[in-house]
Structure formats: C-alpha cells, structure tokens
C-alpha cells in the first residue's frame, strides 16, 4: 500500500507520519508526506522527537506535491491520501492525484505549541502516539486484499 500524507506546510506532522510509517510498517506501507505549500526545512523539534523515539529521520524533507510527479508522468502514486491537518483538509488536490481516495486525520499541531520546553516535549510525544496508534491500524488495513482495502480505510476514520 502506498500512503500519502499532507499537510500544508509539510514540516511537522506530515513528517512524523512518514517517519513512523516508514519504520513501523517496514515495507508493508510506503508513505511519502508532501505539502501544498511547503515551507522548504522539516521543524527541528520534529527530528529531535522523532529520533528521541528511535525513528529514522534520514532523507525527510519538506517538499511540495507538486516534486513528486514529473513532466513524464512517473510519479509517486498512492492508494490513500491521507490529510493531517485541517487547512490541507480543505484544499483542493492537485490533479495528478485523480480520484485516490482522501482520507483526513485532523492531528493538533505540537510545533505551534506556546509553552515550556516539557509541554512542547509532552505535545510531540502525544501526537506521535497517536500516530503510532493509526499505523498500526493502517499495517493491519495494509495486510488484506486490495478490495478490502478502501472500506476498511474508511472504517478507520469513522472509528
């Protein structure tokens, strides 16, 4: 299965689906995170937390939907697409994407957290938990047959 993550800016939790992915589904899943308008440098607390948890943070890279896809039509394709935050929710994807089914997370942003450095440390913590949680729901969906898939999929956003 091929998952696409979007969020706007592509810098935070976009990225720590892709990592947590990536890792957890070691090859049953192949995710890719990309954004609308991306802002070119993945948040540092992103790759501190993320390594911190004992993900790779090797190549990820704030980048737009746009890089994946080139002039002869070879692109990264996805079975889902996967929004995680709200504003990417509401936007119109790029055509190239056609009629894959979008699926929309809503995950808090830790990296706008105004606080200490414990509760931006707690927040991070917390949204990659809850990330953890969903993969492992999307390694299971992963695992069964191509038709049983989609329904599945939207199962998991109703639960």
């Not at 589904?25 to 004992?54: C, D, F, R, T, W």
């Not at 990417?88 to 979008?102: F, M, Q, R, T, V």
């Not at 440390?121 to 938990?129: D, V």
Request: aromatic share 6%; charged share 25%; proline share 4%.
């Amino acid at each position: 299965m091929n998952i696409l993550y979007i969020c706007t800016h592509n810098r935070c939790r976009s990225i720590l689906s892709e990592a947590i992915t990536r890792q957890n589904a070691q090859g049953i899943i192949n995710a890719m995170s990309a954004g609308s308008q991306p802002s070119g440098k993945v948040h540092p607390l992103s790759i501190k937390y993320l390594s911190e948890m004992g993900y790779d943070t090797a190549g990820l890279t704030s980048q737009s939907w746009d890089s994946l896809t080139d002039d002869n039509g070879d692109s990264f394709v996805p079975d889902v697409v996967i929004t995680v935050c709200d504003q990417a929710a509401g936007e119109s994807c790029p055509l190239w994407l056609g009629n894959i089914p979008k699926l929309h997370w809503g995950l808090s942003d830790p990296s706008k957290l105004d606080g200490s450095d414990e509760q931006k440390r707690q927040a991070f913590l917390t949204t990659i938990g809850e990330i953890e949680q969903r993969v492992e729901k999307l390694i299971d969906i992963a695992k069964r047959r191509k038709a049983e898939q989609l329904e599945a999929l939207q199962q998991l956003v109703k639960a």
